[in-house]
Structures are given as C-alpha cells and as structure tokens.
C-alpha cells in the first residue's frame, strides 16, 4: 500500500473529522494536504489545487509565507510561552493588543485574546453578562443573533450561530440566547420588496422582539457584518445603520464578529467600515496570523472595558482567561502578518482582485443553474437553484452544491458548498490573472453540471 492509502486508512480509523458524515466518510475517506504554495495547495499525489476558500476563510498571505515561518521559530527560540495571567505579560501580545487598536483608528480601546472565534465570542457571551452584573442590571442578559449567522461551536457561541445542525442533538441553544432575521433579501424579502424596505423590516422585527422580551432583558445583538459560513450573506446597505440605532435606542450593546471579514476581505480592514457599524465588541480570527498560528481577539470599547475594569477591582479579579491567553508565538505571527498585509497592499488587493472576481461570477448571472450572486470583495457565493424563475431551491438541499464542488475539486479548484450556495474566498494574495483562472475552472465545473 503506498502513503497516500495507508494515511487515508488511518485518518478513517483513527480521527473525528469537524464537519463531515462519520458513515460517509469511512466510504470516501479524506483529501489529504500535504503541502502549499501561493494560493495553492497539493495533495499526497501531488495533485495541484487552487485554494479558492483560503482553507477556512482563513489564509490571507497565502499558504508559503517564510516571514511567518521565520517570525515563529525566532519567538519559539527567545520566550516559546508566556502567559497573560496574574500580572504577567509577554511583549508580542502587549504590541499586538496596541497594533489592533491602533488598527480601530481608537475606537476599541483594549484586547482579549483566546485561541479561536468560538472561544472569543463565548468570552463576550461572558463579558456582556459581566458588564451588566457590574452596572447592577441582572436581568439584562438577552442576547440576540440572527438566522444563518455563525459564530462558532462552544456552548455559548454554538447557542449564537443560528444554524439547525449546529444545534440539533447538542440540546442548544442555551436559554437566553434568540435569534431574528436573516438579512439575506433574495430568500427572505416579500414579492415586491426593495431592499431599503426589507431593512426597514428587519429593523422593525428587531425593535419588536426587543420590546416583547422586555427592554431591560436585552443585553446585545451580534452580527456578521457579512455572513460568511451561513452562505455568505451581504445585507442591504441600510441594514446596519437600522440595526444598530435599533440597539442605540433600547441600550443593547453591538457586537461584530468580524472573524471572517477582518483584515481585508471586502476591501476594508474591517467590515465595520464599510457597514458604518460602531461596535461595542469585535470579535477577531482567522485572517488575524493567516491561520498560521491559532489566535482569536476580544476588542471592546472605552464604555465596556471601563466598566470591565472597575468591576475586576471590586471582585478581586476578572476570572476568566485561557492557558494560551496573548500566546507570544501566536501574537508574534499576528503582527508580523499583519506587516505583510500592510507592506503589501493587501486590502487594496482585495479591493481591485475582488472587482475581478465579482464581475467574473455576475457574469454567470444568466446561467439556468444560477439564481443568485452575491458578494463583495474576496468573498461571494453563487447560489443555485432548481426553478431559476421561482427562486425554487433543490429538493433535497445541498446536493448541487456539493456535485458542482466536487467538480470543482477535480478541476483542481477547491471551493465550499453550503446547501446549495457555492462559497469563494481566496486568499488576499490572489493576482487578477489568478482570479481568472479560478472563475474558469469554477465557470467549466457548472457546465458539467448543467
Ligand atoms: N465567527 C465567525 C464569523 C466564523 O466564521 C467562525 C468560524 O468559521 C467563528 C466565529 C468560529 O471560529 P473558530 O472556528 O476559530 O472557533
């Protein structure tokens, strides 16, 4: 037996894969990375694959970055761990806690780090409860997420993403934790909606839920500001300030989980920008070290860290944090990620790579399988669907999306389907010409299927 079979015997037998069919794939068994370069990856056989979902939305710089490599093995070499606890404290999380900040033109005032997005937002399930406790409101507690949003699997931030599978036979979600409107026009909005209508609507529907549940209930409203793993919803343009003078209006703090769109993916540094929204929380991952190294942040206003702090001092400590809280290799990497990003133009990249890729995928518009495209930046989904004129999805969901993914894949193209919304998100490194390529392989994967 060669390698490449003896490792996919062993992954079958010996590893629980996130996110897959356990039965299924005892029969398919794994596609096995075994390297990368650029925007790149190959397998065991040394098949060559454009990664055009950056990994998981994820690799900004591309999946061959020797600063990266080299920053790591000199931090290991100098101070391979130090903590955050107890008054403790390692140079690489103090620069990049201020870089991060600093990064918010101000607007956040400190950070918290954890070692992924679903324990960063656990962390603000907890803070937000904190917060409140502090300001003596104990039934201020609520907090609302939206339909198809995602934020995560841990207890609480599983409770948060508004997806069936991630709830059901977990018991979730957890009490206290509703869920509103997707903002996602095509699928939700009424026959002859505008969409400055259908965010009027979704705004009224948030106010309504605030005010059933009770103001004084109502802790926090979290968002993506563009959904990513839910299909990659971009919302109407006034969604966000409706949503957000909603929660200004009822005292409800605002929460942006900008684990996905951070650092460039739609052409801003944050989605924030684009969107107008002021959060009180932002949630950071992912782009945050290219995934080189596990590493997710808290950032959170003057309003909330003031009163985080001055609760710390009357219960003796803030009780919370992790092993690998401000890990100095992961923070090491994140900075000088974050150079490169900077050094390179990168966000700029994603900008004028992504008008390629955008226009390339409208241009599928017209195609039978196709109803909608939908994006911005270096990210978008092409959703597609049985009744081009009726909107009709496929009966049963997700089995054309995942036939034109393994198309894709064969054309040496690795894209995600979810349902039947084919997901991109290539890395911010992808040239023009790059992205050419990709939307041919991806426009020759639907013909087949068609
Ligand atoms: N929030 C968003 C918006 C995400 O897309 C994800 C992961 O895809 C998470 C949170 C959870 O991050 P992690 O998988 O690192 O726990």
Partial sequence: MNRAAT???QD????LHAYTNAVQHQGIGPCIMDRGHGIHVYDTGGKEYIEGMSGLWSVAVGFSEPRL???AYEQMQRLPFYHTFSHKSNVPSIELAEKLIGLTGGRMAQAFFTNSGSEANDTIVKMVWYYNNALGRPDKKKIIARQRGYHGVTVASASLTGLAGNHRSFDLPLPRILHTRCPHWYREGLPGETEAAFAERLAAELEALILAEGPETVAAFIGEPVMG????VVPPEAYWP???????????????DEVITGFGRTGRMFASELYGIEPDFMT????LTSSYQPLAAVLMNERVASVITRHSGELGTFGHGYTASGHPVAAAVALENIRIIEERGLVDNAAAAGAVLQRRLRELGDHPLVGEVRGVGLIAAVELVADKAGRAPFDPPGRAGAQVVRRAQDNGLILRGIQDSVAFCPPLIITEAQVETLADRFARSLEEEA
């Fill in 229 to 232: 793993a839910g299909g990659v």
């Fill in 7 to 9: 490792l996919a015997r």
């Fill in 284 to 287: 950071l991952s992912k782009q």
């Fill in 242 to 256: 409706k949503m957000q003078a909603v929660c200004r209006k009822y005292d409800v703090l605002v929460i942006a």
């Fill in 69 to 71: 490599a080299q920053v």
């Fill in 12 to 15: 079958v037998r010996y590893q």
